[in-house]
């Protein structure tokens, strides 16, 4: 039922409560007259009055059970538009995180993007998609090419790689120190977890994401400088930050012979270590 509707209702049922009101005041004006059993006027009115009366009851029982349908669905509409607003609050605090941390030029080519779309559904998605040179007035050639467009099609083929005993006998001992090869490759499995557990979230569509896993993308993103940019790294602190990982000197001393033997590259940064595998 739509408001207008509803607006029409409201007056007839109005209409209908003042000719109820008259019909009760002309019942009331007949029970002062004498009937007499030969003169049926009197008795008919009455008759006529209550039965013009409950037809009007009737009509006014109908209007207010189409009021009662109507303030129902107007409710349930409500609530219904409450959930769609927390959907949108919560996918916008998604899209401005995400937007954050792209680059400036990319930043404008999505905002024109949404533009055309809002303004012209159809033409506006179609005119974008079908021109890619849009895309490429915004962004440089190196932005375009950051590490989130570069992941693997298999995550499992991320592998900072085993070391044999040979490669570690080759280390000097005073960065291997007691370390064996097994006691390495324990490490280094952890590792290829740690990388395999942060490339398949930030290889997840965006809509899949819960706030928390927009805040860790959000974090991951943040670590990122130009050094390792279209490589897989891992920061200090996802390290200490790992349950399965003991940041220790065994730990540390693994990234050292990794980095001797060519494994890992180290980056340093102004607040944070990477370790990016070469």
Known sequence: MAPLEAE??????????????????????????????NDRSALERITSCLRESSETLN????????????????????????????????????VKSVMK??????????????KETTNSYGNGTKEMESSPQNHRHYVSEKKRTSSSNSLPANISAITVGKVSADE?????????????????NQIIDK????????????????????????????????????????SYFLSDQDLKNCSCLKFDTTTKNTLHVLRHLGRLKEVQSKDKRLYMIV
């Open 168 to 184: 570690l006998n080759q280390v000097p001992q005073y960065l291997k120190g007691r370390l064996t090869a097994e006691k390495v």
């Open 59 to 94: 009509k006014a029982e109908k209007l207010l059970y189409n009021l009662k349908a109507y303030v129902q669905s107007e409710q349930e509409a409500h609530n219904d538009a409450k959930i769609l607003q927390d959907l949108i609050e919560s996918f916008e605090y998604k």
């Open 8 to 37: 029409e209702i409201g007056r007839a049922f109005t209409e209908y409560l003042n000719y109820l009101q008259e019909k009760v005041n002309e019942l009331k004006s007949l029970f002062f007259f004498r009937i007499d059993e």
């Open 191 to 230: 590792l290829d977890s740690l990388f395999r557990e942060k490339y398949t979230l930030l290889s997840k569509p965006l809509r899949t994401l819960s706030s928390a896993e927009i805040d860790k993308v959000t974090e991951y993103r943040n670590q990122e400088v130009d050094q390792v940019v279209n």
């Open 101 to 114: 941390q792209l680059p400036e030029g990319e930043q404008s080519y999505i905002g024109n993007y949404f």
